[in-house]
Structure formats: C-alpha cells, structure tokens
C-alpha cells in the first residue's frame, strides 16, 4: 500500500461545475499538507499549504483536511477551462526527520 | 514565477555522456528537493540537501549525484547516461524541511 493514495482520473467536468479532487493516507505521522496545480511539461505551482484539520478557502479553491479519517480533499468552484492541469496532492511525514510525499496526480479536464 | 531558477532549461545530449543541472533556489531558502518526471509519470524524488549537508536520499541511481555548495545553490550531476535517463528534472526549494516546497521549471533533459 502506498503512503498517499490519489486517484489519477482523469476527471472531466463541464465548464462551472464544483471539482472535488481527494487524498488518503495511512500514516498518522503526516503533519502537513499542500495542493499543486501542474500544468503539461510545466513545474508544479503551489495551491494551498495547510497543517490543521478543517477548511481552508483562497478564492475558488478550498483544502480541506480530516485527520481523524486520514483524507484530504480539494474543491475547485466554478471550474474553467484554464483549470485543466494535473493536480497533486503533497504531504510532509515527521519521524523524526521530515519527509515530503507526492501523491500520483489527478488529471482534470474542465469542458467549455 | 516561484522564484526557483534551474538552468538549462533544454539539453540534448548522447548516450553515455555527463551533464550537469544547476538549481538556484529562493531567497532565504534552506532546503533544495531534486524530482525527476518522465513522460506522464508522477513526481520521482531523487534528494535533498539542507543548508549543504544531504538530508534524504530517495530513488536516485548510483550514476546520479547531488552537492549544494556554500551559498545554497544547487547541482544535480547525472553521468553515463541512458535513453531512459530522458525526463523532465525538477528542483523545488522550502524554508525549511517542514515547509512548502517551490519548484522551478523544470530542465527537460533528452538523451539521444
């Protein structure tokens, strides 16, 4: 079993839909939590960085984070076009030492 | 712009020579990741270094090498290349090992 489990779609919704793009993970040590947006052949650009359970918002995107059941989620409102890109999740491990874990990445692909 | 500059950004070169990627990371930052992705594969870590001392080693080959020098720059040397060797190399940069990490664009290395 992989530490970050991530769905790799693809995913294709029509252009203003809600997106909810998802992680789980096993290990309890994972202490904090990023999305990036990559778009083909472009380095991953950093969304969101949270470290608590919760909700997170900027602008159309929301993080959200439940530790209790390992998951992590992240919503993208009024989906465009321009928000086609591969989306991975990225959680940083303390033992001791820290350790960032990419998940594989979700496709999406947002339909005018 | 993330603010991570890695140089070259194209290299073609032939099977069993040596090459040499540099990374510059952001201001302040510490931390410097070394990822290589191939053709719509996900995020491979290789290594990183923090504030020049190795600090984890992931799935990097024997013929690939890593130093950060003094003023936090960064090089990723890979030697007797292969065709398989091909992928995009990502350096990405944090403050420090439990914080976000920044990635650069990205060298898109060809071996012919």
């Known amino acids: 079993q992989k530490e970050v489990e991530q769905d790799p779609g693809p995913l294709s919704v029509p252009e203003g839909a809600i997106v909810s793009l998802n992680c789980t993970y096993s290990n309890s040590a994972f202490q904090y939590f990023m999305w990036y947006r990559q778009y083909s052949r472009k380095g991953p650009e950093l969304l969101m960085y949270?470290?608590?359970?919760g909700n997170k918002e900027d602008g159309r995107f929301t993080a959200q984070v439940d530790k209790s059941s390992k998951y992590i989620s992240l919503f993208i409102r009024d989906s465009q076009p321009s928000d086609s890109a591969t989306y991975l999740c990225a959680m940083i491990l303390n033992t001791g030492g820290f350790k960032t874990i990419f998940g594989a990445g979700t496709r999406l692909f947002v339909k005018a | 712009d993330s603010g991570v500059t890695q140089t070259p950004k194209h290299l073609i070169t032939a099977t069993g020579q040596r090459v040499t990627l540099r990374c510059s990371p952001r201001s302040g930052d510490l931390s410097v990741y070394w990822y290589q992705q191939s053709l719509d594969q996900g995020l491979q870590f290789l290594i990183q270094y923090y504030n020049g001392e190795e600090r984890a080693k992931g799935n990097i080959l024997e013929r690939f090498s890593a130093q950060q020098f003094p003023d936090l720059h960064s090089e990723l040397n890979l030697s007797s290349l292969e065709l398989g060797d091909s992928a995009l190399y990502f350096c990405a940069s944090s403050r420090d090992t439990n914080t976000e990490a920044f990635f650069g664009q990205g060298t898109r290395l060809t071996v012919v």
């Open positions: 949270t470290y608590s359970s």
